[in-house]
């Protein structure tokens, strides 16, 4: 028979569980009061909450597709492979490309990234993808009728450039 000793779940928070569940108890509390106090303005809340909700709900979606997609794909070999000490010029070239390819908030981004800096992540391209998280495909073009194509090829090679300077003097500082 297989018995846990203790809490050796990673997912389960420091509290045993018990965090969530006073923070729920808390909101259901208020709310109470607010009933009590003002059914009106209660019920106006819980419109507000139920529509935050659903504003949210894509995000959370996000949120999971990313990590489903990370488990699936995002082994420890191939993090290693191509973003690992070994990965050289094609891990800064990597990291450049998908953090300007990827799309979406960075903190959907961030869990799947602590993710991969647990499989061998190297901190230099972290900081290289987030950098050029900075280049929206999208805005070019915004970027090109306001400032000129000039200024919009400059300042995108200048964000590439220093993202590899920011890389460099992560994996200085952090030692990593």
């Not at 996000?62 to 995002?74: A, E, K, Q, R, Y």
């Not at 900075?134 to 194509?149: E, T």
């Amino acid at each position: 028979m297989n018995q846990r000793k203790g809490n050796d779940n990673k997912f389960q928070n420091k509290t045993g569980g018990k965090g969530v569940q006073k923070f729920w108890l808390a909101v259901l509390s208020i709310y109470l009061i607010a009933f009590l106090v003002n059914s009106d303005l209660a019920w106006r809340g819980l419109e507000v909450t139920g529509q935050t909700l659903l504003k949210i709900l894509p995000i959370i979606l996000l949120i999971f597709g990313i990590m489903v997609l990370s488990n699936l794909f995002l082994t420890p070999e191939r993090v290693k492979k191509h973003f690992g000490h070994e990965a050289g010029w094609k891990g800064w070239l990597y990291a450049i490309l998908f953090g300007i390819l990827v799309a979406g908030p960075p903190y959907a981004l961030y869990p799947m990234l602590k993710q991969m800096k647990e499989q061998g992540l190297k901190t230099n391209y972290l900081a290289a993808f987030l950098y050029n998280r900075n280049v929206k495909i999208p805005l070019i073009p915004a970027m090109v009728y306001y400032f000129g194509w000039q200024f919009a090829i400059i300042m995108t090679i200048l964000v590439i450039f220093f993202s590899i300077i920011s890389g460099v003097m992560m994996e200085k500082i952090t030692g990593e």
